[in-house]
């Protein structure tokens, strides 16, 4: 059996991945803001000191696979300090103890939303990796627009730091793969709300088509992100995978 980190695993593709794994005989130490094995807010650096010092003690210090799923979709900053920093430090802060796996493998949740419109200024101050920067452009767009592009810059910018680290030595060297997973429309509570609308379902499928199946469970991405965290995964590595029903292949027919 082997150890997973799961954030986000309260709810929706957290916890449906969190499932699959404890189904298949694996342990996970699961981390969300409420109803989780390690309660840390990964807004905060007091969250983020919480994560790593919490689930080293838990793990006794290795881990095989980390899974960051935690996200929100506010049009406000917390969406850049959750999806993009509270990402990047669940797998910087958890990579140390990933060493000592015979396996060790790593995935985040990315989105089809990398596809839309995104604020560059936001996007360029998170790869720099300056938080406060970050925020202050967020407040800026927020001001400008409501902040309606924030959500898809936190996806661009994580996907993007995905494929800088992966092929990097900290984590390429050190034998992890690393890779992001794009859902499409994915039926959860970040979602029930608009799905629940008719006008605002049709809205959605117009920017987001899936024309197989349509909107997924979580079990869609949390099937993926297994497979990409197990040992059966040797070379897939800084791709950022869309389970969208088509959604990227309709919006970029032309482009591979
Ligand atoms: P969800 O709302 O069901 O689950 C998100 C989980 O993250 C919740 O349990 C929540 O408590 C946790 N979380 C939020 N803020 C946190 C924080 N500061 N610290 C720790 N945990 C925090 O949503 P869902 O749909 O399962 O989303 C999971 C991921 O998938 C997110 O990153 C989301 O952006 C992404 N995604 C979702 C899509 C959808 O259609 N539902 C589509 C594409 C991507």
Not at 16 to 26: E, P, Q, S, W
Not at 41 to 63: C, E, F, K, P, W
Not at 67 to 83: E, R, W
């Amino acid at each position: 059996a082997r150890t997973y980190v799961v954030t986000g695993a309260a709810s929706g593709i957290g916890a449906a991945t969190a499932a699959l794994l404890r189904t298949r005989g694996h342990r996970v130490i699961g981390i969300d803001i409420r109803n989780a094995d390690i309660i840390a807010d990964l807004s905060t650096a007091d969250g983020r000191d919480t994560l790593a010092g919490a689930v080293d003690q838990a793990s006794g210090g290795r881990i095989d696979a980390v899974i960051a799923v935690a996200g929100v979709a506010a049009p406000a900053p917390v969406t850049i300090t959750v999806n993009y920093f509270g990402a990047v430090a669940t797998l910087e802060r958890l990579r140390p103890l990933l060493v000592h796996s015979d396996a060790p493998r790593a995935a985040i949740v990315s989105s089809f939303s990398t596809l839309q419109t995104t604020d560059d200024d936001v996007v360029e101050a998170c790869l720099q990796g300056d938080e406060a920067a970050a925020v202050s452009a967020a407040e800026t767009a927020v001001a400008r627009d409501g902040g309606q592009t924030l959500y898809a810059s936190s996806k661009r910018a994580i996907s993007r730091w995905v494929r800088r680290a992966a092929i990097s030595p900290e984590w390429a060297e050190a034998g992890v793969p690393l890779n992001a997973v794009g859902p499409g429309i994915v039926i959860s509570p970040m979602t029930q709300p608009m799905l629940d609308n008719p006008e605002q379902r049709d809205a959605l499928l117009q920017v987001v088509p899936m024309p197989l199946h349509g909107p997924s469970e979580p079990a869609a991405p949390a099937e993926l992100l297994t497979w990409l965290t197990s040992p059966a995964n040797t070379h897939v590595t800084g791709q950022v995978i869309f389970v969208d029903g088509g959604a990227d292949a309709s919006l970029r027919t032309g482009d591979i």
